[in-house]
């Protein structure tokens, strides 16, 4: 089955410690993106890659890193820079990032507690 | 302002009702419309894109006016498992602008 998975599910940090999500899609799509979402607030943009070894900041990178070294993988590290991180973070993929987006497709997401 | 705006809701209405919803964007050069549906504490999922023609699913109709810029979304004899946030969205040139969502609740 072709999809897109993420993990954890849910998440518990304690402030000041740096944590990583994973994003994997076997859908061999070339694009990738991750969001957050607060309540009652839509998806903001938080990193976005194009290619392989190529990504661009979205609207709240600060506080956030990514990698793309793979096609099928774009793994998010919370750094303690990010001031408040507890949300629900999503990763999507999309056939190409180019002009005309197409649709993308959502993970399951992770929901992200900093205690 | 929001470059993709929505109505939050939430809209409350009866099995079989129809019910529409309308989204506004700022940015004349988004190409690209589409609307989705997110559960509860689920991702969101495509549910249709918006073509210039309009175009039907189902019991769904989307329809987009690029002069007023804004796109709609009616549903036709809703049924409860309709109940969900429906999210608005814009394509600019490399990615999505997401409206924060129209909730939406069906009642037996």
């Known amino acids: 089955d072709g999809g897109i998975t993420q993990s954890p599910k849910y998440l518990f940090r304690k402030e000041g410690q740096n944590v990583t999500l994973s994003c994997e899609q076997n859908?061999?799509?070339?694009?990738m993106y991750w969001y957050r979402q607060d309540p009652g607030q839509g998806l903001r943009l938080i990193y976005y890659?194009?290619?392989?070894?190529?990504?661009q900041k979205g609207d709240i990178a600060e506080g956030y890193s990514v990698s793309r070294e793979k096609k099928e993988s774009f793994p998010l590290t919370v750094t303690s820079a990010q001031k408040n991180p507890t949300a629900f973070y999503l990763c999507?993929?999309?056939?190409?990032?180019?002009?005309?987006?197409?649709?993308?497709?959502f993970g399951p997401g992770t929901r992200l507690t900093v205690l | 302002r929001k470059e993709v705006e929505q109505d939050p809701g939430p809209f409350n209405v009866p099995e079989g009702a129809t019910v529409a919803f309308n989204c506004t964007y700022s940015?004349?050069?988004?190409?690209?419309f589409f609307w989705y549906r997110q559960d509860c504490r689920k991702e969101p999922k495509l549910l249709m894109s918006?073509?210039?023609s309009g175009n039907e699913d189902g019991r769904f109709t989307a329809q987009l006016n690029r002069a007023s810029q804004y796109i709609s979304l009616l549903i036709r004899d809703s049924k409860l498992s309709d109940s969900a946030t429906y999210l608005c969205?814009?394509?600019?040139?490399?990615?999505?602008?997401f409206g924060a969502g129209t909730r939406l609740t069906v009642k037996p």
């Open positions: 999507a993929c999309s056939i190409s990032g180019g002009y005309g987006v197409n649709e993308q497709f």
């Open positions: 859908l061999n799509h070339d694009a």
């Open positions: 890659s194009q290619i392989v070894n190529d990504f």
């Open positions: 940015n004349s050069a988004s190409q690209s």
């Open positions: 918006v073509y210039s």
């Open positions: 969205v814009a394509t600019r040139v490399r990615d999505m602008r």
